[in-house]
C-alpha cells in the first residue's frame, strides 16, 4: 500500500498511529476498539510497516489520519470519540477547551507514560475479532476510487 492509498482509504475509515510499545497507548486502543461499533477505525503501530510509512519511528505521539487530514496529540482521542456510541463519546466536548492547554496535558502525559504505566517489549497482539481492524493485516478492504 502507498501513501496515496492510504490518504485514500482515510477518506473511508480513520487511520490510528500509536506506539505498540506504549502500555497506556495499547490501553486506549483495546477501550476504542471495543467500542468502536461503526467499524470506523483501522490501527497502525509506528513499529508496524504501515505506522512507519506515515510517520518516524521516534515519534512520541499518538496519530489520527481522517479524510486527508493528519491530526496528533490531544486532538486524536477527543476526534476518535466523536465516532464512539455514548457514554464513551462524551471526551469529544474537551475539544473546546483550547489546543494549546490540551496538547499541554498531553505532553506532561506521553513524558511520564513509561514510568506511570510500563512499556511492553513488543507490540500487543490484536484479538482476533479485530485482526481486520489492523491496518498490515492483509484483508483489508481498500477505499473505492
Known amino acids: 500500500m502507498t501513501l496515496k492509498e492510504l490518504y485514500r482509504l482515510s477518506h473511508h475509515n480513520d487511520i490510528l498511529v500509536y506506539d505498540g510499545a506504549c502500555v497506556l497507548c495499547n490501553g486506549y486502543i483495546?477501550?476504542?476498539?471495543?467500542?468502536?461499533t461503526y467499524n470506523r477505525v483501522v490501527i497502525a503501530p509506528l513499529?508496524?510497516?504501515?505506522?512507519?510509512?506515515?510517520?518516524?519511528?521516534?515519534?512520541?505521539?499518538?496519530?489520527?489520519?481522517?479524510?486527508?487530514?493528519?491530526?496528533?496529540?490531544?486532538?486524536?482521542?477527543?476526534?476518535?470519540?466523536?465516532?464512539?456510541?455514548?457514554?464513551?463519546?462524551?471526551?469529544?466536548?474537551?475539544?473546546?477547551?483550547?489546543?494549546k492547554i490540551r496538547n499541554l496535558v498531553y505532553r506532561w502525559i506521553a513524558r511520564n507514560?513509561?514510568?506511570?504505566?510500563?512499556?511492553?517489549?513488543?507490540?500487543?497482539?490484536?484479538?482476533?475479532?479485530n485482526r481486520h481492524k489492523l491496518l498490515d493485516f492483509p484483508y483489508l478492504p481498500r477505499a473505492e476510487e
Request: net charge positive; charged share 25%.
Open 30 to 36: 483495546t477501550y476504542m476498539l471495543k467500542h468502536d
Open 47 to 99: 513499529q508496524s510497516k504501515m505506522g512507519s510509512l506515515l510517520l518516524k519511528p521516534e515519534e512520541d505521539s499518538v496519530y489520527l489520519l481522517r479524510m486527508g487530514k493528519l491530526y496528533d496529540q490531544s486532538d486524536v482521542g477527543l476526534r476518535v470519540a466523536q465516532f464512539l456510541p455514548f457514554p464513551h463519546n462524551l471526551p469529544y466536548m474537551f475539544l473546546l477547551v483550547p489546543r
Open 113 to 129: 507514560r513509561f514510568r506511570w504505566f510500563g512499556r511492553n517489549d513488543s507490540c500487543k497482539l490484536i484479538s482476533i475479532e
